[in-house]
């Protein structure tokens, strides 16, 4: 039972466009998400996230956006730069469990 | 402030034998989980452990599978009896509590 689906295996993108990785969710009772990025070889690194309270949360160059209603967030990179090349992992928790529930990834790609 | 130190990063181990994968935490972090990564899948939470105490293993396949996190010294995950199917990245995540999870460059099992 896949509670936490990114749809795009993955995603190609020129350099100084946007980014946009997109997330769904079936489980009703998440109320906080997260985006971690992973680079090869490397464990995944935190980079931003949102609470269910909220509907927009932006830091830098990175914004995250959560429709609650069509259980879907996603992920905005603007502009878009070759460091960004890395795989992009959706989590989600529940109110009062401490386990995070992972997408299966999204590969994203910068082009020069 | 040293990160989440996972040990080995590589392990070799033929079928039947023992696997054990060790996980210091952060320091001031009291919260470790366990999540594995097949190839090509995403990460998979297996068990998450308080000091001397297993919150949640709700994860963990039911045989030969087994963690621990003692009073003193790193968290354990063991695997007895490994088989191919064990092959995986093991990712060891830790925190002060709940939400963001910081996490250890992995531990890469191949078992021949």
């Known amino acids: 039972d896949q509670q936490v689906k990114q749809n795009s295996p993955s995603l190609s993108v020129q350099e100084g466009r946007i980014s946009i990785l997109n997330c769904d969710y079936t489980?009703?009772?998440?109320?906080?998400f997260l985006w971690y990025k992973k680079y090869p070889a490397e464990g995944p690194t935190f980079l931003i996230s949102?609470?269910?309270?909220?509907d927009k949360n932006e830091d830098g160059r990175f914004t995250v956006f959560l429709n609650k209603s069509a259980k879907h967030l996603s992920l905005h990179i603007v502009p878009s730069q070759p460091g960004d090349s890395a795989v992009y992992f959706c989590a989600a928790r529940t109110t009062g469990a401490q386990k995070l529930v992972f997408g299966q990834g999204t590969r994203l790609t910068i082009n020069p | 402030n040293a990160g989440v130190m996972q040990n080995p990063r590589h392990l070799v181990r033929r079928r039947g034998q023992e696997a054990r994968l060790r996980c210091s935490p952060m320091k001031g972090h009291s919260h470790v989980y366990w999540y594995r990564q097949l190839p090509e899948e995403g990460l998979k939470f297996m068990v998450y452990?308080?000091?001397?105490?297993?919150?949640?293993e709700s994860g963990m396949p039911k045989e030969r599978f087994s963690a621990e996190f003692p009073k003193e010294g790193p968290s354990i995950l063991r695997i007895q009896q490994v088989v191919r199917g064990d092959s995986a990245a093991y990712f060891c995540?830790?925190?002060?509590?709940?939400?963001?999870?910081?996490f250890g460059a992995g531990s890469r099992l191949t078992v021949l």
């Open positions: 995540a830790s925190s002060p509590w709940g939400n963001v999870l910081t």
């Open positions: 489980n009703s009772m998440f109320d906080y």
């Open positions: 452990l308080q000091k001397e105490n297993i919150i949640d």
């Open positions: 949102i609470s269910s309270i909220k």
